[in-house]
């Protein structure tokens, strides 16, 4: 699905920037132009971005991390 029109930039492309390791949307903005005509796109690009957060993470049953 279209995320930015303007761009021509998809859910999928957002989502495989989010794995390489873009977590904002500046990010966005830089490695594919999210963003950057009209604007429209922002909430549903850092939704995306949220998204991949969430899923990293961790759950409930995580260990403690060494201090
Ligand atoms: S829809 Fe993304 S900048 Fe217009």
Redesign the pocket.
């Known amino acids: 699905m279209y995320v ?4 021509k930039v998809t859910d999928r492309q957002i989502r495989d920037a989010a794995r390489r390791g873009c977590c904002r949307l500046d990010d966005l903005r830089v490695e594919l132009g ?8 922002a909430e549903t690009a850092e939704g995306l971005l949220d998204e991949r957060q969430q899923n990293n993470a961790p759950g409930p049953f995580a260990l403690p991390q060494p201090a």
Request: glycine share 8%; charged share 0%.
């Open positions: 930015c029109l303007c761009n999210v963003a950057t005509c009209c604007g429209a796109c």
